[in-house]
């Protein structure tokens, strides 16, 4: 049955006991709303979930060697260099162990 068929079938159901209080064409204006509702489509019918691939950091290890470990050795150079450039400085501050000692000893 085509949408029009339909919005007829609906208006002639609900015509007879509203035709009191509203005017044809709002019945048929509400026959159609309600046909639209009806006509619900599923967005995820449509939509495709993707997953990007899951960083070494987040792999279990047996997963992350897998292949010997050559994955993980090829970004060392890149991660190395990130963890020690000038800009993040890790490792590289200097602790004046005498404050800690004395803020402990407080």
Do not use: C
Request: hydrophobic residues 40%.
């Amino acid at each position: 049955m085509n949408r029009p068929k339909k919005v007829r079938a609906i208006f002639n159901e609900i015509q007879p006991s509203l035709k009191d209080d509203f005017t044809s064409e709002e019945i048929l204006k509400f026959a159609a709303d309600f046909l639209k509702t009806t006509e619900y489509e599923d967005p995820g019918a449509r939509i495709r979930l993707v997953s990007s691939r899951t960083g070494f950091d987040e792999l279990d290890v047996d997963k992350a060697i897998a292949d010997g470990g050559w994955k993980v050795m090829a970004r060392e150079k890149q991660m190395m260099n990130d963890i020690y450039s000038e800009e993040h400085s890790f490792g590289t501050q200097e602790i004046n162990f005498n404050e800690i000692g004395l803020d402990i000893a407080a």
